[in-house]
Structures are given as C-alpha cells and as structure tokens.
C-alpha cells in the first residue's frame, strides 16, 4: 500500500492537545462571563444630581458686643434694723423637790394593819392510793395508814363477791378456768367512788364490775398535806368458771 501523505503533516496526530486547549478556553471564558458584573442603567438616572451648595449655607447670627458699666460708688447699702422687744410676760419657775431619801434618816413602816394570809395550795391532780400520806376510809375501818390500807382491800374484794353475779360468765359460755378482770376507780373529794374502768373477757362481764363498783358506800376521802384529794384505785380480779 502507498501513502499518499507525509506522516508529519497529518492533524489527527495533534487531536489530543487540541481538544486540551480548547477545552481550556471554554472553562476560561465561561469563568470570565461568570465574574463579569453588570449594573441597570435605568437606575443611576434615579439617583439625580449631588447639590452641595445649599448644605454649605449656614446663617451666623450676628452678636453685638454691649458695653456693661459699673454701679457708681455713692449708692448707700440698705441694712435692714431689727428691733428688740422686750417679754413683758414673766414665767413662773417650778422648784422640783427631790425625793432621795437621806441614808441617815429611818423610815418607819407600821405594820399593824397588815394581816398575813397563808394561800391553800390547790391539789388538782388525783393521787395513786399507794402514794397517798392519808387514805380513803372504807366505813368500819380503824387503825394507822398501813392498817386501813389492808382494811380498805379487804372490804373492797368482800363486797364485789357478794355483789358480782359469777354465773353470768358460765351463762355466757366463757371456757372453764381462772378469768382475770382488771379494775380501776376514783374516789373524789367528797369521798364517793366515780369513774369506773373495767378490762375483762367479755363486754358483760365488764358491765357488770361497774354496775357493782359504783354502788360502793361513800367513804372518808383521803388527804394530802391535810387537804382533801382525788385518790386513783385499782385492784386486779380473780373468779374461777366452772
């Protein structure tokens, strides 16, 4: 095969580098028209004329300098006169006498008419009856405080057995053995017996021991420190159901 042209003077041998520089070009004009700034010419005819003559007018007032002349020297000061009067009034002067008294001097107190009474001390509060100093008289009791302490005992435990209904615990279907009730009264100042507290194991049962505690007789009440005083009792109970 014969080559009808020289190598040398071929183009497609320089395609590549052409299409480098165009491609340069493209990417720089593009550049260029994206940085290119425009502006509306319609808008710099609104913004009109710069006038800078009439902002440099300023009016200065004109000062007229007057001429101030000193007061003459003859002109007499005026000094107002004050009169005195004189207080026609007179003011009495009040003589203040003192009321120390001399340490030489006795002072003497009759005490005639002052008559000493001696205030009762009220006792409000009950006493338990083991701390009493004189207890609470049960009728027929004699003898000192221990003696009457025992005696008062004793008529109290007599008078609930013959007094309580023992077969109300056996009608009440409690189980046979030794039942306990807990008792509490108050002999007050008059010496009658109040306030009657009773724990047991039936609510009847305890009824009951203060139906017959409340009929107790009244007795002497006791004292304390010769005063008659509220005395706190209580006494534990034993009864057997059989």
Do not use: W
């Amino acid at each position: 095969m014969i080559t009808k042209k020289n190598p040398k003077q071929q183009l497609e041998n320089y395609s590549k580098i052409f299409l480098q520089i165009g491609l340069a070009l493209t990417l720089f004009v593009v550049y260029t028209l994206m940085e290119h700034k425009t502006y509306d010419r319609s808008d710099l005819k609104s913004l009109g004329q710069a006038n800078m003559e009439d902002e440099m007018k300023e009016d200065i007032p004109i000062v007229l300098i007057q001429e101030v002349t000193p007061p003459p020297k003859d002109v007499p000061v005026l000094v107002e006169k004050i009169k005195i009067v004189e207080d026609e009034m007179k003011i009495e002067e009040t003589i203040i006498e003192s009321t120390e008294t001399d340490e030489g001097e006795a002072i003497v107190i009759n005490t005639d008419d002052i008559i000493e009474v001696e205030e009762e001390e009220e006792l409000l509060e009950d006493i338990p009856f083991v701390l009493i100093e004189n207890v609470p008289v049960y009728p027929g009791c004699k003898g000192n405080n221990t003696e009457l302490k025992r005696c008062f005992t004793q008529k109290i435990t007599a008078f609930f057995g013959k007094k309580f209904n023992t077969s109300l615990a056996t009608e009440l279907g409690l189980v046979p053995g030794k039942k306990k009730l807990f008792v509490m009264f108050k002999i007050d100042r008059t010496g009658k017996v109040s306030n009657v507290m009773a724990r047991g194991p039936h609510p009847r049962l305890e009824k009951e021991v203060i139906t017959v505690l409340t009929s107790l007789p009244r007795m002497t009440p006791g004292k304390q420190r010769g005063s008659p005083v509220g005395v706190s009792y209580s006494i534990p109970i034993t009864f057997e159901v059989r």
